[in-house]
T-cell receptor, first 110, second 113 residues
Framework: KNQVEQSPQSLIILEGKNCTLQ??????????LRWYKQDTGRGPVSLTI?????NTKSNGRYTATLDADTKQSSLHITASQLSDSASYIC?????????FGAGTRLTVKP | DAGITQSPRYKITETGRQVTLMCHQT?????MFWYRQDLGHGLRLIYY???????DKGEVPDGYVVSRSKTENFPLTLESATRSQTSVYFC????????????FGSGTRLTVV
């Protein structure tokens, strides 16, 4: 069983709408959590990084939250754009190891 | 240009053949990594290297060989390709393992027929 579970697997929304992607993890001891964006045919690119003591971090229209007690994180995308169409990958670091979720495939339609 | 480049971008090879995927970084990062990405799975670590001439196995190392004679290069070799090795391969580099962010290449899509 993957130690980093993401939901939903895929999501389709209309341009301009908001959406929230979920990440649950069992990895321990927790070091940090990152959200990556992966465009089709490209490598992942880091969006945010959160450590144990951080609850919220924003990067433009992207806002990540972390609840270290429940081991859950979310990525909220505001006012979606067509360029947001991509896979979003949750990555949890523990003891020097990076554990990758399978990703959520987001499609933004006009 | 600074960055991390992989070659080739696409490769089709036959079962049993040896194939080498190349990775070159200009960041002077000490760590380099090879991952494979398959549908339904997160990226899985194949091998990594902490410095020149220092390599170690990751989660799925069987059937792969790596070397790192120079800090900037980290080739991945499939000694005898199998169909189960059909995948997208990503190289990454970082200043550390786990703590620092990873910079990924654009990937190599390998098909073994």
């Amino acid at each position: 069983k993957n130690q980093v579970e993401q939901s939903p697997q895929s999501l389709i929304i209309l341009e301009g709408k908001n959406c929230t992607l979920q990440c649950n993890y069992t990895v321990s001891p927790f070091s940090n959590l990152r959200w990556y964006k992966q465009d089709t045919g490209r490598g992942p690119v880091s969006l945010t990084i959160m450590t144990f003591s951080e609850n919220t971090k924003s990067n433009g229209r992207y806002t990540a939250t972390l609840d270290a007690d429940t081991k859950q994180s979310s990525l909220h995308i505001t006012a979606s754009q067509l360029s947001d169409s991509a896979s979003y990958i949750c990555v949890v670091s523990a003891s020097g190891d990076m554990r990758f979720g399978a990703g959520t495939r987001l499609t933004v339609k006009p | 240009d600074a960055g991390i480049t992989q070659s080739p971008r696409y490769k089709i090879t036959e079962t049993g053949r040896q194939v080498t995927l190349m990775c070159h970084q200009t960041w002077s990062h000490s760590y380099m990594f090879w991952y494979r990405q398959d549908l339904g799975h997160g990226l899985r670590l194949i091998y990594y290297s902490a410095a020149a001439d220092i390599t170690d196995k990751g989660e799925v190392p069987d059937g792969y060989v790596v070397s790192r004679s120079k800090t900037e290069n980290f080739p991945l070799t499939l000694e005898s390709a199998t169909r189960s090795q059909t995948s997208v391969y990503f190289c990454a580099s970082s200043s550390g393992k786990g703590t620092y962010g990873y910079t990924f290449g654009s990937g190599t899509r390998l098909t073994v027929v």
